[in-house]
């Protein structure tokens, strides 16, 4: 990412160079001095916007990890079904009823490896942005030989230890992601521990609704359905505008269900389709209501 980043740049400072020939050295140093900061500024909102996009992206990799998890049970479920011995019990519509959550789970990931792509393809390298150089308005002038370096103010060069800060994630985002990549690699007790920590040292932090999440998702994926409640709960009271709200009220009522708690789990899932009608955990709402 730090490559595209400097790519960018001498791109555009080249531009800037070839453009500024024909003008005089007052001008061009005029003209360089103020279309650098241009450039340093547009740099900077690429590094924030890539920034949110990178987190976006792991954000949605975790979700999908967690997904096929869940799929993974529910199929176990089904295998465990068809091998009961007791035939006297009718298990289709049990059986029906997985394979249906099934589905609404596999579209679920079909969509968000969809955004997935979509934000892969936001990361990728763009053309160097067009800079419009001014034709100079006097009599045109043969190239002159540079002036004394005394009579022109260059910027001072970054030190090498801010250009290294630069090419690297911020504290907060690293501990997040090394939170993120032992959920990955299902070392749950690892992930709620790092996700913790996470939200007592970064108070305040725009994910922490999301740190709170998965500590619940940690729990469920767990079967420990009772503390993945609490979190999930924790979730939807601490941070009532974030964006994990649906996915939230979606898992709570789902350990809901699994604790056979069928009338709380149908009234969190109403909620979720009344609250929040266009999410994508509705959809899945809607279906998991028929069912109960």
Same mark, same amino acid.
């Given at each position: 990412?730090?490559?595209?980043?400097?790519?960018?740049?001498?791109?555009? +400072?080249?531009?800037?160079?070839?453009?500024?020939a024909?003008?005089?050295?007052?001008?061009?140093?005029?003209?360089?001095?103020?279309q650098?900061?241009? +450039?340093?500024?547009?740099?900077?909102?690429?590094?924030?916007?890539?920034?949110?996009?990178?987190?976006?992206?792991?954000?949605?990799?975790?979700?999908?990890?967690?997904?096929?998890?869940?799929?993974?049970?529910?199929?176990?479920?089904?295998?465990?079904?068809?091998?009961?011995?007791?035939?006297? +019990?009718?298990?289709?519509?049990?059986?029906?009823?997985?394979?249906?959550?099934?589905?609404?789970?596999?579209?679920?990931?079909?969509?968000?490896?969809?955004?997935?792509?979509?934000?892969e393809?936001?990361?990728s390298?763009?053309?160097?942005?067009?800079?419009e150089?001014?034709?100079?308005?006097?009599?045109?002038?043969?190239?002159?030989?540079?002036?004394?370096?005394?009579?022109?103010?260059?910027?001072?060069?970054?030190?090498?230890?801010?250009?290294?800060?630069?090419?690297?994630?911020?504290?907060?985002?690293?501990?997040?992601?090394?939170?993120?990549?032992?959920?990955?690699?299902?070392?749950?007790?690892?992930?709620?521990?790092?996700?913790?920590?996470?939200?007592?040292?970064?108070?305040?932090n725009?994910?922490?609704?999301?740190?709170?999440?998965?500590?619940?998702?940690?729990?469920?994926?767990?079967?420990?359905?009772?503390?993945?409640?609490?979190?999930?709960?924790?979730v939807?009271?601490?941070?009532?505008?974030?964006?994990?709200?649906?996915?939230?009220?979606?898992?709570?009522?789902?350990?809901?269900?699994?604790?056979?708690?069928?009338?709380?789990?149908?009234?969190?899932?109403?909620?979720?389709?009344?609250?929040?009608?266009?999410?994508?955990?509705?959809?899945?709402?809607?279906?998991?209501?028929?069912?109960?």
């Amino acid at each position: 990412m730090h490559r595209i980043r400097q790519w960018m740049i001498l791109s555009m +400072v080249i531009g800037l160079f070839c453009g500024c020939a024909a003008m005089n050295q007052d001008a061009r140093i005029n003209f360089l001095e103020g279309q650098m900061k241009d +450039v340093l500024q547009k740099s900077a909102e690429w590094d924030v916007s890539s920034k949110d996009v990178r987190r976006k992206m792991a954000d949605f990799s975790s979700q999908t990890d967690s997904i096929q998890n869940q799929i993974q049970q529910l199929a176990g479920r089904v295998d465990e079904i068809q091998d009961r011995s007791d035939t006297r +019990v009718n298990t289709a519509p049990v059986q029906q009823g997985i394979s249906e959550e099934i589905r609404n789970l596999k579209e679920h990931l079909s969509f968000l490896e969809a955004r997935v792509a979509e934000l892969e393809k936001t990361l990728s390298p763009t053309k160097p942005m067009n800079m419009e150089i001014p034709s100079s308005t006097g009599p045109s002038e043969s190239p002159l030989a540079p002036p004394p370096a005394a009579e022109i103010e260059r910027p001072p060069a970054l030190p090498i230890e801010e250009t290294r800060k630069e090419s690297s994630p911020p504290e907060d985002e690293r501990a997040y992601n090394e939170a993120m990549d032992a959920m990955k690699q299902r070392q749950y007790e690892k992930a709620i521990r790092q996700l913790r920590s996470f939200i007592k040292k970064y108070p305040g932090n725009e994910l922490n609704d999301n740190a709170q999440y998965w500590i619940g998702e940690s729990y469920f994926a767990q079967k420990k359905y009772e503390e993945a409640i609490i979190e999930f709960e924790e979730v939807i009271t601490q941070y009532p505008k974030g964006e994990k709200i649906p996915a939230a009220l979606l898992k709570e009522g789902l350990s809901f269900q699994e604790l056979k708690d069928t009338s709380m789990a149908r009234q969190l899932l109403k909620k979720l389709v009344d609250q929040y009608p266009d999410a994508e955990e509705a959809k899945m709402a809607r279906q998991k209501l028929k069912q109960l």
